[in-house]
């Protein structure tokens, strides 16, 4: 099975839920280059997850950037599965 984005995102909100995380996609709203996901543990502790390719190729634009350095530690790029349970033990305890 080929993997994409759109797999690598479903497969890391299932991890989540099952660890107890609300995953929330985000809307745009006219906010150019927001990450894809919140991931928000009981209580309030919050990550934001931008999902690249898992081939490698996907790119972050400037206002992707822009985002990042506006989010510091609480946004991740997440290109594979493994590096997001990561995320997850190392940003909620998990």
């Known amino acids: 099975m080929k993997h994409t984005e ?3 995102e479903k497969d890391c909100c299932n991890f989540a839920r ?4 609300a995953a929330v996609k985000l809307e745009k709203n006219g906010n150019k280059g927001i990450p894809d996901y919140m991931f ?3 209580g309030g502790r919050t990550l934001f997850v931008e999902f ?4 490698g190729r996907g790119v972050l634009s ?3 950037k822009f985002w990042f350095k506006f989010l510091g ?3 991740a790029l997440v290109e594979d599965l493994e590096l997001f349970k990561k995320l ?5 305890g998990l």
Do not use: A, V, W
Request: proline share 8%; with cysteine; glycine share 4%.
């Open 6 to 8: 759109t797999q690598l």
């Open 18 to 21: 099952s660890k107890g995380l």
């Open 40 to 42: 928000i543990q009981e």
């Open 52 to 55: 690249k390719r898992p081939d």
């Open 62 to 64: 400037p206002e992707q």
């Open 73 to 75: 530690y609480s946004c």
């Open 88 to 92: 997850t033990f190392s940003h909620f």
